[in-house]
């Protein structure tokens, strides 16, 4: 199932509706690398709030979807991860790097408007 | 340091079989542990834990074996009541099990997390590998 991206102001907001396999992962990937292009995007937040399970895969793609972006030169928000996810996350010594997470979808549009380099949602 | 490919000290009932082969079963493998586990009567992070496991043992199966199972049961031992997880498969087999289990080893695509990260989600963890065989792993996680 892919996973829908909302354009709000200068950010794009995917906001996972249900259980991914491995290609939905990709496509999110690669749907986001390509859209924070298309429309001149300076941040992406990633809602994760719905899934159950993030396993090596999940994590390392969020992982590669946030290097990814930063590389085309906005930032991403990893935001949602639910307290179970983090305790087996934990347990199994997945690490989320140098990304970016926030509580929920305010807490990381609030995150994005006060980074310096993503700004305010509208720009100038 | 090779277990016994299926041990007696834990009996198991009302097995559920999911066949491995490509990524979407390793959806379907988690999401039906997840409900065994809950009807067991597991809840909050052991549920997310447990199926965390079934979503790392069917990935190494798609990844080494390319098709296989997962053979999801009801466990007891003694007074206790657990979910036992067997993934098997006929693929390459593993040379040096003592290796594989350990933190920070992996011959795949750098991971390392597979089956040391199952281990340490699980309370018993077994495998049995014979190269160019194949290999089972069992994990178990108890009531608490």
């Not at chain 1, 937040?45 to 590669?64: C, E, H, K, P, Y």
């Not at chain 2, 693929?91 to 390392?112: C, D, F, H, M, R």
Request: neutral net charge; aromatic residues 4%; proline residues 4%.
């Amino acid at each position: 199932m892919r996973v829908p991206i909302l354009k709000q102001g200068g950010y794009l907001i995917a906001s996972i509706q249900s259980a991914l396999s491995d290609e939905d992962l990709l496509q999110l990937r690669d749907d986001l690398v390509q859209q924070v292009g298309k429309y001149r995007s300076r941040g992406a937040i990633v809602d994760v709030t719905v899934l159950d399970v993030m396993d090596s895969f999940a994590v390392r793609t969020l992982r590669a979807i946030a290097h990814m972006i930063r590389l085309r030169g906005a930032e991403t928000v990893i935001v949602g991860i639910q307290p179970e996810v983090a305790f087996a996350m934990v347990q199994l010594g997945l690490t989320l790097g140098d990304v970016a997470t926030a509580l929920d979808l305010e807490e990381g549009l609030a995150f994005l408007g006060r980074n310096p380099k993503t700004g305010p949602p509208h720009g100038p | 340091m090779a277990h016994e490919l299926w041990s007696h000290d834990a009996t198991t009932l009302g097995a559920s079989v999911v066949p491995i082969a490509d990524s979407t079963d390793i959806v379907t493998a988690r999401q039906r542990g997840r409900e065994l586990a809950s009807q067991i009567g597991f809840t909050g992070s052991d549920l997310t834990v447990i199926a965390t496991a079934i979503s790392e043992l069917a990935r190494n199966i798609v990844e080494y074996a390319r098709n296989g199972e997962i053979v999801l049961a009801l466990a007891h031992r003694g007074s206790r009541t657990g979910i036992q997880i067997v993934a098997r498969d006929q693929g390459p087999g593993i040379a040096e099990v003592a290796k594989a289990v350990q933190a920070g080893y992996s011959t795949g695509n750098g991971l390392g997390l597979g089956l040391p990260g199952v281990r340490r989600l699980m309370d018993d963890f077994e495998i049995a590998s014979v190269v160019g065989k194949g290999t089972s792993v069992t994990a178990r996680k108890w009531m608490p």
